[in-house]
Every structure is written in C-alpha cells, then in structure tokens.
C-alpha cells in the first residue's frame, strides 16, 4: 500500500511558476515509476511528465517540453513538478502517480498503480 499526498497547488498568473510535490508513504519500495497527469473540467485524464526510480530517465508530454521539469528525491519519497511560463491551457486538477511497472509506456495510466486525490492549478490570463 502506497499513499500519495500532493501539494503546492493554488493560482498563479499566466506566464508564471509553480512547484508541485508529492510526498508518498507507504511501501515505497514499489515505486519504480512516478509521474504526474492531469485533467481539465470536460477532458480525459492526460499524461504530463514521469521519472523512473533512475533519476535521470525523464519523459514529458509534448505540451510540457521545455516548461516543465520533474525530478524525484528518492531518499525523501518525493517527486517534484516544477512548472514555468504556465499558460491558462494547463489549468487542470494535477495527478501525483507512482506504479512498480518496469517495462510499458510512462504515459499509461495502466502503468501505475498508485493516485494520489489531485490538487487543483489554476493559471489566469
């Protein structure tokens, strides 16, 4: 059993930043893979950034190049999203995920076994 808590959410004006943390208790050896996804009033539930439990194997959705960095501290149980120049489009509910699958696309929901309850980003224009 793994628990996934998010945090740092809130609003913030397009163009601006925001860092996003999920912290995971639990039995944490499992989580292999960590991401985040996101869903907008009205969308399906979409893919945003992963990384495996080797640090630097990242993998980012191609709305979120060059804006988005994801890092994990594995000694802390945390995995980060730090979001630059945010535009109004990312508004969404933000998903922390974390799943033991080695192999498969990061960008599968199936891939994860693990949820966090969402935080809310709300970036105004």
């Known amino acids: 059993q793994v628990q996934l808590v998010e945090l740092g959410g809130g609003l913030v004006q397009a163009g601006g930043s925001l860092r996003l943390s999920c912290a995971a208790s639990g039995r944490t050896s499992s989580m292999y893979r960590m991401g985040w996804f996101r869903q907008a009033p009205g969308e399906e539930r979409e893919f945003v950034a992963a990384v495996l439990q080797s640090v630097s194997n990242t993998y980012y959705a191609d709305s979120v190049k060059g804006r988005f960095t994801i890092f994990r501290i594995n000694a802390k149980n945390t995995v980060y999203l730090q979001m630059n120049s945010l535009k109004a489009e990312d508004t969404a509910v933000y998903y922390c995920?974390?799943?033991?699958?080695?192999?498969?696309?990061?960008?599968?929901?199936?891939?994860?076994?693990?949820w966090g309850p969402g935080i809310q980003v709300t970036v105004s224009s």
């Open positions: 995920a974390a799943g033991p699958a080695y192999s498969g696309s990061s960008s599968d929901t199936r891939k994860y076994d693990y």
